[in-house]
């Protein structure tokens, strides 16, 4: 039987990842985020930050120009994204868990028994989250949103062929805005 | 304070109408669908059929060329949506209750305290679920599914120029066909 794996797709500063890690730990299962990219960069010897960086990058612009080809892959994003692929599917083989972001929804369709996630919420909720959980730079909360969205939804484009944040996508959408964290931890753990 | 309103959009034959009518019933609050139909064809002197093939025609086409304009509106579309709002205003205003369809989510975001709700499911669910409630007719479920949907949808799109099925216009996107009809009952329920 397929383990059953709770994918969360998010907006920059929706609580997407809080809200993971809280379904997990109320479950009693594994959920990896970060984790997965520090097995990456253990793995293949990438500077760590430069991983979490390229996560969220799909592979053009600059920062596939500024390396190498890698191993006979065409960009190292396209390197990472192979990595991610391969460690992914192997966590759901292994054992019911949540993961958080990298594309895990599209890797796993066919590998395990998805509940697919997505957690969004609108500008002044997630703004206010930023600064509370992120503190303040030099970059308004606005910006950072825009960017970071900008790069998550081209990245999940270009990997998986598929419109990010469009319903049909996904089992269950859910505005933690004005849902709130707890309904949505609460509701996706009725569904696990 | 405002009435609480749950309004959903679904997709033809995703089973929507179904649920909303069962969150309705547990909850002990009306659920206003064909209903608002009778009720607009009551006080327009409409054809009632007329009435609910364009209350899912945007205003261009065959359907506006074949009526004259009506108390100066610009279509019998226009004049039927803003009968419509006017309805669906007052309905919202005298009590909480369930709208289904009929861009309610968009009249009512500032004059009730709204749950959005959008209901989804792939093409084989609704093919199977078209048979089973409403039969076979010339039209593969296929096609009559492809005809609706691009209806609701450019209704939607001309009168509240909101993308129709887009997770950010809503609260909560659920889809009926992984998650089950009972489970979204249960969860909009929860919401309430």
């Not at 293949?44 to 920062?63: Q, R």
Request: charge should be negative; aromatic fraction near 10%.
């Amino acid at each position: 039987m397929k383990n059953r794996v709770i994918t969360i797709s998010r907006e920059f500063g929706s609580g997407g990842r809080t809200i993971g890690k809280a379904v997990a730990t109320e479950l009693g299962i594994p959920c990896y985020d970060n984790d997965i990219l520090q097995e990456i960069a253990a793995e293949s010897g990438f500077d760590k930050d430069y991983i979490k960086e390229a996560g969220e990058y799909a592979p053009s612009g600059f920062l596939s120009a500024a390396f190498h080809s890698h191993n006979g892959y065409t960009s190292n994003s396209d390197y990472l994204w192979k990595l991610q692929y391969q460690l992914i599917t192997e966590i759901a083989k292994k054992e019911s868990c949540v993961i958080v972001g990298r594309c895990a929804d599209y890797i796993l369709q066919d590998q395990a028994d998805c509940l697919k996630v997505f957690i969004h919420a609108d500008l002044q909720f997630r703004s206010q989250r930023i600064l509370n959980v992120y503190g303040e730079t030099d970059e308004s909360p606005q910006q950072r949103i825009k960017e970071k969205d900008k790069r998550r939804a081209a990245y999940h484009r270009f990997y998986t062929d598929m419109k990010w944040g469009h319903a049909q996508n996904y089992d269950i959408t859910l505005n933690s805005g004005t849902l709130g964290i707890d309904k949505c931890v609460e509701i996706i753990k009725m569904l696990y």
